[in-house]
């Protein structure tokens, strides 16, 4: 069995705002493609095409139409990947230790050559994050593409997540979770970020800012203006003539 770390040096992680994810799904085509193109074995599909497809994403996004206590149903688009716990039990429960979380950044990862695919790691992820993926027959998962943030060889702007860097929206948000001062956890802290499913004990790094009550308006019917009446009472030729066919 894998030990996790007494303390990590930094806790990197991401902040998701459910406010402003639009479900496009940008950020799951991003990781499925660079994860396929850069990062350990590809992330393999079976079928594609077919009529059972499936295949292997480190990333989900789940959309849920949820009511609020006042006004409307909201739908509300939820992505999923590793959270990176601090008491990670899909390390802990490893028989060959393939499964760890670093020291130096908190990272969780799997080292894929010491894998023999048992699946003890997802049946232990309370987050349904961990995919076994059928040709490699290894547990793959969310890296925090752990090649991205830490290449020179890329732009300073590139050095993030590919899922953050390709967010249309700006919802997906990277950095350290263990520093207060960094922008990550003030944004927490402003919006009141949350766990994922805290009773678990897993202390997930990974947080979901929730989605702020939409603004309730009275409903415009915005062809009022052309409808209503110019003139109540018509003046000139046509106010003589209406009176006089009244007359008649």
């Not at 490893?94 to 699946?119: H, M, Q, W």
């Not at 027959?137 to 943030?149: A, E």
């Not at 300073?156 to 953050?164: G, S």
């Not at 700006?170 to 949350?194: E, I, K, M």
Request: hydrophobic content about 30%; some cysteine; charged content about 25%.
């Amino acid at each position: 069995m894998t030990e996790l770390p007494q303390i990590t040096q930094k806790k990197l992680g991401l902040v998701i705002d459910l406010d402003t994810c639009v479900g496009c799904h940008a950020c799951v085509i991003s990781c499925k493609g660079w994860n396929t193109e850069n990062y350990g074995a590809p992330l393999s599909d079976q079928d594609a095409y077919g009529a059972a497809p499936s295949g292997t994403f480190l990333n989900r996004v789940h959309s849920y139409e949820v009511q609020p206590d006042t006004g409307p149903a909201q739908l509300v688009h939820f992505p999923k990947s590793c959270l990176h716990c601090e008491d990670a039990p899909c390390v802990t429960v490893c028989p060959t230790g393939a499964s760890y979380k670093r020291k130096e950044d908190g990272i969780v990862l799997v080292n894929e050559t010491d894998c023999i695919g048992c699946g003890l790691c997802a049946w232990a992820c309370p987050y349904g994050a961990r995919e076994l993926d059928q040709a490699a027959g290894v547990m793959k998962k969310c890296t925090l593409c752990v090649d991205r943030i830490y290449n020179d060889n890329l732009p300073e702007e590139d050095r993030i997540p590919a899922c953050v860097r390709t967010c249309p929206s700006g919802a997906r948000h990277f950095g350290d979770l263990g520093d207060p001062d960094s922008d990550v956890s003030q944004l927490v802290t402003a919006r009141g970020g949350v766990d994922l499913m805290p009773e678990q004990g897993t202390k997930p790094v990974n947080k979901y800012l929730p989605p702020r009550p939409k603004d309730q308006m009275p409903e415009i019917d915005v062809l009022a203006p052309f409808l209503a009446p110019i003139d109540q009472e018509p003046k000139g030729f046509l106010g003589w003539l209406d009176r006089t066919l009244d007359r008649l």
